[in-house]
Nanobody, 119 residues
């Protein structure tokens, strides 16, 4: 059973960089043909897919976030990470990591981590 766990600071100041890590257990992030995504949900709004890194290291981003989002991985730790630059209070959300087969349905999710952007 694959398990995902998000970690990172719960409070980030405006204009700073938000950095989160997802630790995966029960399966390798390099296994064909899985993709590993970041999704967020701002308060009172729906889920927003931010981007993903595939088993082969290729990355995919939401067009609306691509300019200030970066997803990377550390295969030795079986982790993948999100960096969101120049954050504003509108980036306040619960952030989730999740797995899909290809860019299909997200079938395994982490529990989510609250990130608040505030001075």
């Amino acid at each position: 059973q694959v398990q995902l766990q998000e970690s990172g600071p719960g409070l980030v100041k405006p204009s700073q960089t938000l950095s989160l890590t997802c630790t995966v257990s029960g399966g390798s992030i390099t296994t064909n043909y899985y993709c590993w995504s970041w999704i967020r949900q701002p308060p009172g709004k729906g889920l927003e897919w931010m981007g993903a890194i595939a088993y082969d290291g290729n990355t995919y981003y939401s067009p609306s976030l691509k300019s200030h989002t970066s997803i990377s991985r550390d295969t030795s730790k079986n982790q993948f990470s999100l960096q969101l630059n120049s954050v504003t209070p509108e980036d306040t959300a619960v952030y989730y990591c999740a797995r899909s087969e290809g860019l299909g349905s997200l079938n395994y999710w982490g529990q989510g981590t609250q990130v608040t952007v505030s001075s």
